[in-house]
């Protein structure tokens, strides 16, 4: 019985070593799985320094938007700068008809040519001469002053006068008279020449002096023209039967065509050149603002275009708008102060 009980213990003995070693494996192994080091050749896990990023899709960087590049300085423009007053802008030519009011003029189919100016360029279309008869304008356009209403006025003048300033700033003058009897001439009337319409000849600046010989005959226009010799300044008197004072505005008109009409295109012209054609005096029955409501015309490359001015101006405006464009000194008379047309220029 005893070795039964030591059969059973031993046998049960056996078998708990038996689970106890299938036990003990088992878990050894899942403890070393556990517990187990990395490899020597570990799979790299990834690191900032070591692996290599994925590179990201390129973006296009937008390039910078350059700065504006300044022009360059192109210095003065002729069309603006300088303004009249800074200097000579260029040559100025003043052609002055006779004794007709603005309505008489504008519109009328008698001066195509004119019309054609005053369409395309600067109209003072409120522009008065200052008195009744001519020679009291011609004063005025020269002096700033009426000097007298006398046409039969022989006395030298010594009154401040635009010859005076011209000379003063170095510029260069000329009348030009259709008809004068010779160079220098400064008698009396030898129609059709008349001399109340010819006022540098009365000046004391140029009576009994080398100035004289700036008073010509008209012919010298054409020649000066073409030898590309015009003075700074050209003051124009066609004489009796082509002004329209005797003769019809057709011939003023066709007198304008021909003679001035050559100059629009001329070289020296184009170097923005300034004419001006201005009738002295209304009939005699418009006594408004003296003289009457009268045609002024503004022609050149510095000119607006198409324009119609709604000041109002008088011979005054137009001597200070001469002495600004040609850069000289302007106090004269009743220039003095008076405003210069600008409003006609670019």
Same mark, same amino acid.
């Given at each position: 019985?005893?070795?039964?009980?030591?059969?059973?213990?031993?046998?049960? !003995?056996?078998?708990?070593?038996?689970?106890?070693?299938?036990?003990?494996?088992?878990?050894?192994?899942?403890?070393?799985?556990?517990?187990?080091?990395?490899?020597?050749?570990?799979? %790299?896990?990834?690191? &900032?320094?070591?692996?290599?990023?994925?590179?990201?899709?390129?973006?296009?960087?937008?390039? %910078?938007?350059?700065?504006?590049?300044?022009?360059?300085? &192109?210095?003065?423009? &002729?069309?603006?700068?300088?303004? %009249?007053?800074?200097?000579?802008?260029?040559?100025?030519?003043?052609?002055?008809?006779?004794? @007709?009011?603005?309505?008489?003029?504008?519109?009328?189919?008698?001066? %195509?040519?004119?019309?054609?100016?005053?369409? $395309?360029?600067? #109209?003072?279309?409120?522009?008065?001469?200052? !008195?009744?008869?001519?020679?009291?304008?011609?004063?005025?356009?020269?002096?700033?002053?009426?000097?007298? *209403? *006398?046409?039969?006025?022989?006395?030298?003048?010594?009154?401040? *006068?635009?010859?005076?300033?011209?000379? !003063?700033?170095?510029?260069?003058?000329?009348?030009?008279?259709?008809?004068?009897?010779? =160079?220098? /001439?400064?008698?009396?009337?030898?129609?059709?020449?008349?001399? @109340?319409?010819?006022?540098?000849?009365?000046?004391?600046?140029?009576?009994?002096?080398?100035?004289?010989?700036? #008073?010509?005959?008209?012919?010298?226009?054409?020649?000066?023209?073409?030898?590309?010799?015009?003075?700074?300044?050209?003051?124009?008197?066609?004489?009796?039967?082509?002004?329209?004072?005797?003769?019809?505005?057709?011939?003023?008109? !066709?007198?304008?065509?021909?003679?001035?009409?050559?100059?629009?295109?001329?070289?020296? /012209? $184009?170097? *923005?050149?300034?004419?001006?054609?201005? /009738?002295?005096?209304?009939?005699?029955?418009?006594?408004?603002?003296?003289?009457? @409501?009268?045609?002024?015309?503004? =022609?050149?490359?510095?000119?607006?275009?198409?324009?119609?001015?709604?000041?109002?101006? $008088? @011979? $005054?405006?137009?001597?200070?708008?001469?002495?600004?464009?040609?850069?000289?000194?302007?106090?004269?008379?009743?220039?003095?102060?008076?405003?210069?047309?600008?409003?006609?220029?670019?």
């Amino acid at each position: 019985m005893r070795n039964y009980y030591r059969v059973n213990v031993l046998l049960l !003995t056996a078998l708990i070593v038996a689970l106890l070693f299938v036990a003990g494996c088992g878990g050894s192994k899942s403890t070393a799985s556990a517990n187990q080091s990395p490899s020597a050749n570990p799979s %790299p896990s990834p690191s &900032p320094s070591s692996a290599a990023t994925p590179a990201p899709t390129p973006v296009a960087t937008p390039a %910078p938007t350059p700065a504006p590049t300044p022009p360059p300085d &192109p210095g003065p423009s &002729p069309s603006l700068s300088p303004t %009249p007053s800074a200097g000579q802008r260029g040559k100025v030519v003043v052609v002055v008809e006779e004794n @007709h009011g603005f309505s008489s003029v504008i519109g009328n189919a008698q001066m %195509p040519f004119l019309n054609t100016l005053a369409t $395309q360029n600067a #109209l003072a279309a409120q522009y008065f001469a200052n !008195t009744h008869p001519s020679i009291g304008n011609y004063f005025m356009m020269t002096t700033g002053q009426i000097i007298t *209403n *006398n046409d039969a006025f022989m006395t030298t003048v010594s009154a401040d *006068n635009i010859v005076r300033h011209l000379l !003063t700033a170095g510029k260069t003058w000329k009348s030009y008279a259709e008809s004068l009897p010779s =160079v220098g /001439f400064t008698g009396g009337d030898v129609l059709p020449y008349v001399r @109340h319409h010819n006022p540098m000849s009365y000046f004391s600046d140029v009576v009994g002096t080398a100035q004289a010989n700036n #008073l010509v005959p008209f012919t010298q226009f054409a020649a000066d023209l073409k030898a590309g010799q015009l003075p700074d300044f050209s003051f124009v008197a066609p004489n009796l039967n082509d002004d329209a004072h005797d003769g019809t505005l057709a011939q003023a008109d !066709t007198w304008l065509q021909s003679n001035i009409g050559p100059l629009l295109a001329d070289p020296q /012209f $184009q170097q *923005n050149g300034l004419l001006i054609v201005v /009738f002295d005096e209304a009939e005699t029955t418009d006594t408004t603002n003296g003289g009457g @409501h009268v045609v002024c015309v503004a =022609v050149g490359p510095l000119v607006k275009k198409g324009f119609q001015s709604s000041i109002l101006y $008088q @011979h $005054q405006n137009l001597l200070a708008l001469i002495a600004s464009y040609l850069g000289i000194d302007g106090n004269i008379g009743a220039a003095t102060g008076a405003a210069p047309m600008s409003d006609l220029l670019q």
